[in-house]
C-alpha cells in the first residue's frame, strides 16, 4: 500500500472572535490516493472550503489551525516556515476558487496573472512563460489571444476554465476545487467537469473536489466524504454511498436528489436547519434533526467507525 | 474614449453652472444692482471707472436674456471685465501675474502629499501592527484638524520668524528677477518650502487613511488570496494584486478633494503673502471688488476642472474596466 | 449580541473604543465651556490692558493688538463658532439626505437631474463660491450659514444617495412595494432606519466641515468683523500683524481649540467606522490570542495549539 499523498489527521481550525474561538472543522481526518478524486459535500457553512484554505495555510485572520496534523507528500504541512510554504504553493498543491470573477486581479491582463506564477516558482523566460501560458489556456479551450484580454472581458464560464489552467500551470500533483461550478450554468458546469477529468486522466494529478451539489459530486469522484457541522459524518467509494449510505444525514440527502431516471420518488428533506458552530448541539450534531436519535446520541460524540471495506461512518446506530 | 467625453461633457456644464452663477449674483442684491452698486461705489470711482463697472456687469437696459448672452460673450472672449482695485488694469491681467503660483503652489502640494500619503497608507495596511498603522495616523489626522492656515501661521511663525530657516513671504527674493536659472529655481523653491510643507502636513493624514482603509478591504478579497496561494513573493501581492486596486478610490478621492485642497492653498498664501489668486482674492474681499473676485472665482473654477479631468485620465489609465465604453 | 444601529449599539461603541472615548470627553469639555464659559469670563470686546501683552497672571492668554483679553475672546468665541458649527451641519445633512434620498430612491431622471446637481456643486471649488457669494449678502451669522449650506451640501447628498441606492435593492424594500406602501412610507419606514449610524456620521463630519469652513471664511474678514467668534480673532490677529510681533499668543490658541474639537469630533466618528466597517476590527481579538501564547501574526494561517 502505497502511502498516500495527502494525509489528514484530527485537524481542527478555529475562527477567533470577540466572543471566543468558533470551531470550524472539528477533529478532521482524511486521506487521499495519487490521482484518485475526492468529493467533499456538506451545507454552506459546514467548514469545507474552511479546510480546503487550510491545507494551503491561506486562511486570513482571524483563523487558527488549533490542532492536528497534515502530511503531504511525507512533509508536515504545518510546521514549514513562510518561504517553504511559498515554495509549496501552487507548485505542489493548488486550488480553484469558487468565484472566478471574484479571484481574478481586475487590472492586470490575464496572461500576466499565470505568467507571475510562472516567474515566482521558476527561472523561465519571458519568451517560454508566455507561450507556456498560452499553451494553458489552449488546454482550457480558451483563444491564446486571450492572454492580453483582462478578467471583465471574459465570461463566466472562460474565467472558471482560466481557473483551472492557471491552477494547473505548475502541474501539481493535487488540485483543490473549491465549489468550481456554482456560479454556472449547468450545461456549462458538465462541460468543465468533464473537461477537468479529462484533464485529470492525462496529467494523473488528485483532485479535492468541494462542493453541496451531493449528485454532481457522485457522479465525478471516486471517493465521497460527507460534512456536517464541522465534522466528517461519512466516507466511502462514490457508487457505494450513493448504494448503501450508512449515515442518517447522508440519507436524508440523497433522498432529496431524485434520479433523473425511475419512477416518481417522494421527495423528503430534512427537517430543520444546520447548527450555528457557535453552539453546536452536545453528542451527535446531527441529533436534533435525526428521526432515529436516541439518548445516547445526545450525550456522546460518535467517532466515525468503519463500517465496510473503505467506508467509515460516524453513527452509534449504524452498522 | 466615450468615458473621457462624457467627463467633459460634464465640466463644460458645471462651467457654465459657474458662470451662470457670475452673472445672476450681483442681480440677486436687493434692489437694482446698478444702483447698489452705484451707491456703494460712489465716491470712491470716477465716472469712467462706474461706466466700465456697469458694462462688466452688462448691466445696460436691455432685457435679462440679452445681458446674459452679452456676458457669456464677454467671457467666452477672455473679457473678465475690468478691476476696481486695480482700475484700469482688466482682471483678466490681474489673475493672470498670479495663477501661477497658485497652480505651482496648490500642484505641488497635492502632488507630494498624496504620493507620500498613499504610500505611508500602504505601508500601513500591510504591516498592522507597525508604527506606521498606530500613532501616526491619529497624529496626522490630529494635525489635519487645525485649519490650514493656522498651520502656516505657526509654521511662519517658527521656522521663518523664530528660527529664521525660512523667508517670511512671497515667491522668491525681492531682489531676484525671474529667470530660467538655478538659483532662481533655488530661491523659488525655498520660498515655496514652508507653504507647501504646511500644505502637505495637513492633508497627509486623510490620504493615509483613505489609502489604509481601501487597502486593508482589497487584502481580504479574493484575488488576493489567490495571489498568495499561488505562492509569489509578497512584494507582488503588495503592489501589483492589492496596492493597484486599492489606488482607484484614493484616485477617485484625490479629484473630489481638489476643489477643497485649492481652497486651502488660497488661505495658505495669504499667510504667506504669496502672490497668487489668495492674495488678489483677499484684497478683492477688502475692496470690494466684485470684478476681480468673480474673475477668479472663474478661474479657479475653470482650473480645478482642468484638474479633475487630468484626474479623469489618470484614472482611465489605472483602470481598465472603465477603458471599454461600450463592450 | 452585536446590534448593528441603533443608541445603544453608538454608546457601547463610544465606550470600547478609546479613540471614541476620548473625543466624546473633548466635545463634552469645549460644550461645557461653550454654555457655561461666557459667565466666568469678562466682556471680551473690553480694552483690559496694553495690546500685545503675552501670557501672564492677570491675562492667562495675554492680550490681543488691540488690548482685549485673549482668553475671553477664546470662551466667548466658543458658544457662537460651535452652535453655528453644529447648526450648520445638521442642516447640510438634512438637505444632503434630502435630495440624495430621493435621487437613490426614484431613479431615472429625477435622479439624473439630482445627481447631475450634486456633482456640479461638488466639483465647483467651495471656498471661491462661498467668498463670491458672502461677499454680496450682509455679514452676519445668517450669511455664513447660508454660504456654508450652499457649499456643502453635495459631499452628504451623494453618499446618502449611493446609500439608499443599495438599500433600494434590498429584499424588504421589494416586499413592501409589492404590499402597496406608499414612497414615503418606505422611504422613512424602511430605509431611513437603516441609515441612522451612517446619518450620524455625516453630521459629525459635517459639523467638521462646518467649523473649519467658517474659520477659514471668517479669517477673510467675510463674517462679522464685529463679533466675537474663532474665526475673527484669527482676522484680527492676523490683521494687527500677529506673527511679525512675535505675538503667537494671540492666534496659537484658537487654532489649537478648532483642532481639538475637530480632532475629537473625528475620533468619535471614527467609532463607528468600526460599526460601519467590521474588517477594521475582525483581526483585534485573534492578535490578542496569538499573542498571549506567544506568536507573532503571520501571514499564512498560524498553527497556534493548546495543549491542556
Known amino acids: 500500500m502505497t502511502e498516500p ?31 484518485e478524486i475526492l468529493g ?18 491561506i486562511l486570513p485572520a482571524p483563523a487558527v489551525i488549533s490542532g492536528g496534523e497534515v502530511h503531504f507528500e511525507g512533509r508536515d504541512l504545518l510546521s514549514l516556515t513562510e518561504n517553504e510554504l511559498r515554495a509549496l504553493r501552487w507548485k505542489r498543491i493548488s486550488m480553484v476558487f469558487q468565484s472566478a470573477m471574484d479571484a481574478l486581479n481586475p487590472v492586470t491582463t490575464v496572461g500576466e496573472q499565470i505568467i507571475d506564477t510562472l516567474h515566482a516558482h521558476s527561472t523561465i523566460t519571458a519568451g517560454a512563460a508566455r507561450a507556456r501560458a498560452g499553451d494553458l489556456l489552449e488546454m482550457v479551450g480558451i483563444n491564446r489571444g486571450s492572454l492580453d484580454a483582462y478578467a471583465h472581458q471574459l465570461s463566466g464560464g472562460m474565467r472558471q476554465r482560466l481557473g483551472i489552467a492557471i491552477a494547473l500551470a505548475l502541474e501539481p500533483s ?12 449547468v450545461i456549462v458546469e458538465r462541460e468543465i467537469l468533464e473537461h477537468i477529468r479529462a484533464l485529470q486522466r492525462q496529467l494523473g494529478f488528485a483532485v479535492l473536489f468541494i462542493t453541496h451539489d451531493l449528485s454532481r459530486m457522485l457522479q465525478f469522484s471516486d471517493r465521497v466524504a460527507i460534512f456536517y457541522a464541522a465534522r466528517l459524518v461519512e466516507v466511502a467509494p462514490a457508487a457505494e454511498l450513493r448504494r448503501a449510505a450508512r449515515h442518517p444525514y447522508t440519507q436524508g440527502l440523497l433522498r432529496a436528489f431524485p434520479s433523473v431516471h425511475g419512477g416518481a420518488v417522494e421527495l423528503t428533506s430534512i427537517p430543520g436547519a444546520p447548527p450555528s458552530l457557535e453552539n453546536p448541539p452536545t453528542g451527535c450534531r446531527f441529533h436534533p434533526r435525526c428521526e432515529r436519535a436516541v439518548d445516547l446520541c445526545r450525550e456522546c460524540s460518535p467517532e466515525l467507525r468503519q463500517l465496510a471495506p473503505g467506508h467509515s461512518a460516524a453513527c452509534h446506530l449504524a452498522e | 474614449m466615450r468615458f473621457l467625453l462624457r467627463r467633459l461633457g460634464f465640466y463644460l456644464l458645471s462651467a457654465w453652472v459657474a458662470l451662470t452663477i457670475n452673472f445672476l449674483l450681483p442681480r440677486l442684491m436687493p434692489g437694482d444692482p446698478a444702483t447698489a452698486l452705484f451707491a456703494r461705489f460712489r465716491g470712491r470711482l470716477g465716472p469712467e471707472a462706474m461706466q466700465a463697472l456697469r458694462e462688466t456687469f452688462g448691466l445696460t437696459e436691455a432685457p435679462l436674456l440679452s445681458q446674459y448672452v452679452t456676458y457669456l460673450g464677454h467671457v467666452l472672449r477672455g473679457d473678465l471685465g475690468i478691476s476696481v482695485a486695480y482700475f484700469p488694469s482688466p482682471v483678466s491681467a490681474v489673475i493672470g501675474t498670479g495663477l501661477v503660483w497658485t497652480v505651482f503652489l496648490a500642484g505641488s502640494a497635492v502632488a507630494i502629499s498624496f504620493a507620500i500619503g498613499t504610500l505611508l497608507g500602504l505601508a500601513a495596511a500591510w ?42 513671504g512671497h515667491a522668491y527674493a525681492d531682489d531676484l528677477t525671474p529667470s530660467f536659472s538655478a538659483t532662481f529655481f533655488a530661491d523659488v523653491a525655498r520660498h515655496a518650502a514652508l507653504p507647501v510643507a504646511t500644505m502637505v502636513l495637513a492633508t497627509l493624514g486623510g490620504w493615509l487613511l483613505s489609502m489604509r482603509n481601501t487597502m486593508i478591504t482589497v487584502l481580504g478579497s479574493d484575488y488576493v488570496n ?18 493597484r486596486n486599492a489606488l482607484l478610490p484614493s484616485v477617485t478621492g484625490l479629484g ?8 486651502g492653498s488660497l488661505l495658505t498664501e495669504i499667510v504667506f503673502s504669496y502672490p497668487g489668486q489668495g492674495y488678489l482674492l483677499v484684497q478683492a474681499v477688502r475692496n470690494q471688488d466684485y470684478p476681480l473676485m468673480q474673475g477668479i472665482f472663474l478661474v479657479i473654477t475653470l482650473a480645478v476642472l482642468g484638474a479633475n479631468w487630468l484626474v479623469d485620465l489618470a484614472y482611465l489609465w489605472l483602470d481598465p474596466r472603465i477603458r471599454e465604453s461600450a463592450s | 449580541m452585536a446590534q448593528t444601529s441603533g443608541v445603544s449599539a453608538w454608546w457601547g461603541a463610544i465606550r470600547r473604543d478609546r479613540k471614541a472615548t476620548s473625543g466624546a470627553v473633548l466635545l463634552a469639555l469645549f460644550a461645557l465651556i461653550g454654555i457655561a464659559g461666557p459667565w466666568l469670563v469678562g466682556d471680551p470686546q473690553a480694552l483690559v490692558g496694553i495690546p500685545l501683552q503675552p501670557p501672564s497672571l492677570q491675562h492667562w492668554l495675554g492680550t490681543t493688538g488691540q488690548g482685549q483679553d485673549v482668553l475671553a475672546q477664546l470662551v466667548v468665541g466658543t458658544r457662537v463658532s460651535l452652535a453655528i458649527g453644529f447648526a450648520v451641519g445638521l442642516v447640510v445633512v438634512l438637505v444632503g439626505a434630502f435630495v440624495g434620498i430621493t435621487a437613490g430612491y426614484f431613479g431615472g431622471r429625477v435622479d439624473g437631474l439630482l445627481s447631475l446637481l450634486f456633482n456640479v456643486f461638488l466639483v465647483i471649488p467651495g471656498l471661491p463660491l462661498a467668498i463670491v457669494i458672502a461677499a454680496y449678502l450682509p455679514s452676519g451669522p445668517l450669511t455664513l450659514g447660508l454660504v456654508l449650506i450652499v457649499t456643502g451640501w453635495a459631499w452628504n447628498a451623494r453618499v446618502l444617495r449611493a446609500q439608499t441606492l443599495s438599500q433600494r435593492q434590498r429584499d424588504f424594500v421589494a416586499a413592501a412595494i409589492v404590499t402597496g406602501e406608499s414612497d414615503f412610507r418606505i422611504i422613512t419606514r424602511e430605509i431611513l432606519p437603516t441609515m441612522t449610524s451612517l446619518l450620524v456620521a455625516q453630521v459629525i463630519g459635517s459639523t467638521v466641515y462646518a467649523i473649519g469652513a467658517q474659520v477659514g471664511l471668517e479669517f477673510l474678514g467675510l463674517g462679522d468683523v464685529s463679533a466675537v467668534t474663532w474665526g475673527t480673532n484669527l482676522y484680527w490677529a492676523q490683521n494687527d500683524s500677529a506673527l511679525l510681533t512675535g505675538a503667537w499668543w494671540t492666534f496659537a490658541p484658537t487654532g489649537l481649540c478648532v483642532a481639538l474639537v ?31 501564547r506567544g506568536h507573532k501574526a503571520t501571514r499564512s494561517t498560524p498553527v497556534v495549539v493548546d495543549h491542556d
Request: hydrophobic letters at 50%; a positive charge; proline letters at 4%.
Open chain 2, 256 to 263: 473630489m478633494a481638489l476643489g477643497f485642497v485649492l481652497g
Open chain 2, 226 to 243: 489567490l495571489a498568495r496561494a499561488k505562492g509569489l513573493a509578497p512584494s507582488r501581492v503588495a503592489l501589483r494584486y492589492a496596492a
Open chain 1, 174 to 185: 493535487l488540485v483543490i476545487l473549491d465549489e468550481p461550478t456554482t456560479a454556472l450554468d
Open chain 3, 262 to 292: 475637530g480632532f475629537g469630533l473625528t475620533m468619535l466618528n471614527s467609532g463607528f467606522d468600526e460599526i460601519t466597517n467590521p474588517r477594521l476590527q475582525l483581526e483585534r481579538a485573534w492578535r490578542a490570542h496569538l499573542f498571549a
Open chain 1, 40 to 57: 467533499i459535500a456538506g451545507e454552506s457553512g459546514s467548514g469545507k472550503s474552511t479546510l480546503a484554505q487550510a491545507l494551503l495555510r
Open chain 1, 5 to 35: 499523498l495527502l494525509s489528514i489527521r484530527d485537524l481542527c481550525v478555529d475562527y477567533v472572535t470577540d466572543r471566543g474561538p468558533v470551531r470550524a472543522v472539528d477533529r478532521v481526518s482524511l486521506e487521499v490516493d495519487r490521482g
Open chain 2, 127 to 168: 504591516w498592522r501592527r507597525g508604527w506606521m498603522d498606530t500613532w501616526l495616523p491619529s497624529t496626522l489626522v490630529f494635525i489635519g484638524a487645525f485649519p490650514y492656515f493656522w498651520l502656516a501661521m505657526v509654521a511662519l511663525y517658527v521656522f521663518g520668524f523664530g528660527l529664521g530657516w525660512f523667508p517670511l
